[in-house]
């Protein structure tokens, strides 16, 4: 088991001068953005974590229903002894839950947050001692280079919880080829799919009424301050969480709830009253796009489960040979 990273490969501290660059670019754009995988922290991650405990926010809940009804047919069509990589692991509970079914051979977790993931990967080896376990501090969201002690052999990508939302649908293309380049022959993959569905239920699970999904959002800019040296003043600030039914889109963004200038090492920005920082998007599909999306990057053989009510679906798609 290797649950350690050497510091070099530690995302929790200042960032490297390719993501300040990153951050600094999208903070200076003509609508001011951020990638979504800053809202990953230590903090952030366990804010995320409360959230899918909430009411409003049902694809964690409505995806543990689909497992469970269906866990053992995922498993036939997946078979024992895969090397399952679990991509955005965050507590590894989701992979967790299905090593009874899957007994995988090897278990690969990759997060950006380290600390948190090396903290639940520890726990994890206590209660699995027999499944090779190692927990990998890596930002797959542009690139993916496993390390060598990866098996080639029957990878399994697990990317859970519509996590692919976060990508536009140009963007998660390329990505889902990224993963088939990975997979070999064969491997496949295993991935969650938030599907659309009414505005209001949509509205309701990005901006909850206790205000976690508010903290969640808002803790980015501690982060940001952390990351490149910037002077965020969260109280400066609200959370706004929205269905943009004409882009397909829950779009989450911070707005600044006076005038107000930032400055970070290499740059500053004045800020309006009432302007944006657009922090993430999540895209909801149809069952039929998204199955084509993954024929486009080079999956087949696509099996869908769902929830009774349609809000979402878990997909198994094994690499196409060739």
Not at 160 to 171: H, Y
Not at 174 to 197: E, H, Q, S
Not at 246 to 260: I, K, N, P
Request: aromatic share 10%.
């Amino acid at each position: 088991m290797s649950n350690a990273l050497p510091e070099a490969s530690h995302p929790e501290h200042s960032a490297d001068a390719a993501a300040r660059a990153e951050i600094s670019a999208g903070l200076l754009g003509p609508q001011a953005v951020t990638s979504p995988k800053y809202l990953y922290d230590v903090l952030g991650s366990k804010l995320f974590e409360a959230i899918t405990a909430l009411s409003e926010y049902y694809p964690t809940r409505t995806e543990a229903g689909i497992f469970a009804a269906h866990g053992a047919d995922m498993a036939r069509a997946v078979g024992a002894g895969s090397t399952l990589i679990d991509l955005g692991a965050g507590n590894c509970a989701k992979a967790a839950s299905l090593f009874p079914l899957l007994h995988p051979a090897q278990y690969v977790a990759l997060d950006i947050s380290y600390d948190f993931l090396s903290e639940a990967l520890g726990r994890l080896q206590q209660r699995f001692p027999h499944i090779e376990m190692s927990g990998h501090g890596l930002d797959f969201s542009s690139r993916l280079e496993l390390p060598g002690t990866v098996r080639a052999e029957r990878r399994l990508f697990f990317y859970p919880g519509s996590s692919i939302g976060n990508f536009a649908p140009q963007q998660a293309r390329a990505f889902l080829r990224r993963l088939r380049a990975n997979a070999g022959d064969d491997g496949a993959l295993l991935i969650g799919v938030d599907l659309l569905k009414d505005g209001a239920t949509l509205d309701a699970a990005y901006d909850d009424a206790l205000g976690v999904t508010a903290a969640f959002n808002l803790n980015l800019l501690r982060h940001l301050n952390r990351l490149i040296g910037a002077d965020f003043e969260v109280r400066q600030w609200r959370h706004r969480g929205f269905f943009n039914a004409a882009e397909g889109r829950v779009e989450m963004h911070l707005e600044a709830r006076e005038d107000l200038s930032v400055h970070w090492r290499g740059g500053q920005r004045a800020f309006a009253r009432g302007q944006h920082i657009h922090t993430e998007d999540s895209y909801k599909y149809t069952r039929a796009g998204f199955v084509g999306l993954l024929e486009q990057a080079g999956f087949g053989a696509v099996q869908v489960w769902t929830d009774p009510a349609q809000w979402f679906a878990v997909i198994h798609a094994r690499a196409i040979r060739g």
